[in-house]
């Protein structure tokens, strides 16, 4: 597997730099990202043996977050503040609704009972977190819709917010790895994927590669959308949330299958806390560096999409139990939201 991902990132490569057709170039750089993406998840997960749930899920989220990171970088760096916003939104829709769900359906099958049960101060706490950033995104919104006297000063407001989501995402995160009781040992299986040497290996690679990739793939954004005939939006919120999130769709459903729940919904939960609340301020304070900036000013659409989806996600997960159709509902909600940046 690790071969085959490394020979895809070596065709990426050489369909960019012998200025190869643009489409051919999008979809290997897109599944190139995809790759890395798992390469990260192998390395984490081997890792993540030496420490309990909390830690390996934030720093699973940390690392799995790296091709996201690049590709808005890489956006912001060519003007493609639309992809880098969508992306964004995109990715959190992706963990939130579509790799929960699927998360969710998996861990609920393999209960005996159908009820996928796990700790709920996680689930309450990433929900806080996601609220918090998604009022900071929806009274951006309505200020900027309006066209009140603060929507003058939206990278000002902007920078304002990320800060203070940042200090609030730093305490939580030193609370929730200073809590004894979420330090239980993982379970871990006698034949891991890779040694512990070669996972740090594999993740220095995986970040650089990431990088490479991500500035091959927006560079070839362009002309792909438009020989393909799909709008940017979509390009950001269905193709880049799920291809830089495969970490996520891989680890997430996996151990859910395994019955393995309280580090399931870690792994994915915590992605989405971190996306909230530390990537994108993150982003929004790094593209001060950039001629063009990232706010959280989003359009009504995806403000409405990111309200209903936080409140979705803390109510089907808040109570510590989780049913087929309550993932089979989020699901149904992602696609809904692709299908409308679709035909946008």
Not at 69 to 98: D, W, Y
Not at 323 to 343: D, K, Q, S
């Amino acid at each position: 597997m690790l071969a085959a991902i490394a020979a895809v990132c070596v065709v990426a490569g050489v369909l960019h730099y012998a200025d190869a057709d643009p489409v051919a170039v999008f979809v290997v750089a897109g599944l190139a990202l995809a790759g890395l993406a798992w390469v990260v998840a192998v390395a984490t997960e081997t890792i993540g043996t030496r420490f309990g749930p909390a830690a390996t899920g934030v720093l699973q989220s940390t690392l799995g977050n790296l091709p996201e990171l690049f590709v808005v970088l890489f956006a912001l760096s060519a003007g493609e503040v639309v992809v880098a916003k969508t992306s964004i939104v995109g990715s959190l829709l992706a963990n939130a609704l579509f790799v929960l769900g699927l998360t969710i359906v998996a861990g609920s099958r393999k209960a005996p009972d159908g009820v996928m049960r796990f700790k709920a101060r996680l689930p309450n706490d990433t929900a806080t977190l996601l609220l918090l950033a998604v009022f900071v995104i929806a009274i951006l919104g309505v200020s900027d819709r309006i066209g009140d006297r603060a929507s003058q000063h939206q990278v000002a407001i902007s920078v304002v917010g990320a800060v203070c989501l940042l200090a609030v995402y730093g305490a939580w995160v030193w609370s929730y790895l200073r809590t004894p009781d979420r330090e239980a040992a993982i379970e871990t299986s006698a034949h891991q994927p890779v040694s512990f040497s070669v996972a740090i290996a594999l993740l220095a690679l995986g970040g650089v590669g990431a990088a490479l990739v991500s500035d091959w793939f927006i560079d070839a954004l362009d002309p792909a959308v438009e020989a393909i005939g799909i709008s940017k939006a979509f390009t950001g919120l269905v193709i880049v949330g799920i291809a830089g999130n495969a970490v996520e769709n891989v680890v997430g459903i996996l151990l859910a299958t395994k019955g393995q729940s309280d580090l399931a919904i870690s792994v994915v939960k915590n992605s989405v806390s971190q996306i909230a609340a530390f990537l994108y301020p993150v982003l929004v304070l790094l593209s001060l560096f950039f001629e063009h900036r990232l706010t959280f000013v989003l359009g009504p659409i995806y403000v409405i999409a990111l309200v209903l989806m936080a409140i979705a996600v803390w109510q089907i997960t808040g109570d510590g139990e989780a049913v087929m159709f309550e993932g089979l509902a989020l699901v149904t909600l992602y696609v809904v939201v692709a299908t409308l940046a679709y035909y946008e």
